[in-house]
């Protein structure tokens, strides 16, 4: 079991910059590939970034060159900076821990946390 908590999140000018990061407990995070979804209200559930085990990302078009995702192993953390934000960034921001094995796909979710882009 992997419990994530994303204590960061907050209202944010357009054009400013913020920081999220994500916790989890349990010796297993580095085997898992971390990622950041996002929810805007009346929309889906959509992928921002995701890191690898061995530190391969991937990011939505939408947020390319504006955010940058990195995990830090040995303190459990994953990071999301976000930078030149805009008003359709506004979202709950969700961490996403995800490991397979030939047994068993293991899927957790943090309880999120609102980013707000506004003036």
């Known amino acids: 079991q992997v419990q994530l908590v994303e204590p960061g999140g907050g209202l944010v000018q357009p054009g400013g910059s913020l920081r999220l990061f994500c916790v989890a407990s349990g010796s297993t995070f580095s085997s898992y590939t971390m990622g950041w979804y996002r929810q805007a209200p009346g929309k889906q559930r959509e992928l921002v970034a995701s890191?690898?085990?061995?530190?391969?990302?991937n990011y939505a078009d939408s947020v390319k060159g504006r955010f940058t995702i990195s995990r830090d192993n040995a303190k459990n953390t994953v990071y999301l900076e976000m930078n030149s934000l805009k008003p359709e960034d506004t979202a709950v921001y969700y961490c996403?821990?995800?490991?397979?094995?030939?047994?068993?796909?293991?899927?957790?979710w943090g309880k999120g946390t609102q980013v707000t882009v506004s003036s």
């Open positions: 996403n821990a995800k490991r397979s094995t030939i047994i068993v796909e293991y899927d957790f």
């Open positions: 890191i690898s085990s061995g530190g391969s990302s």
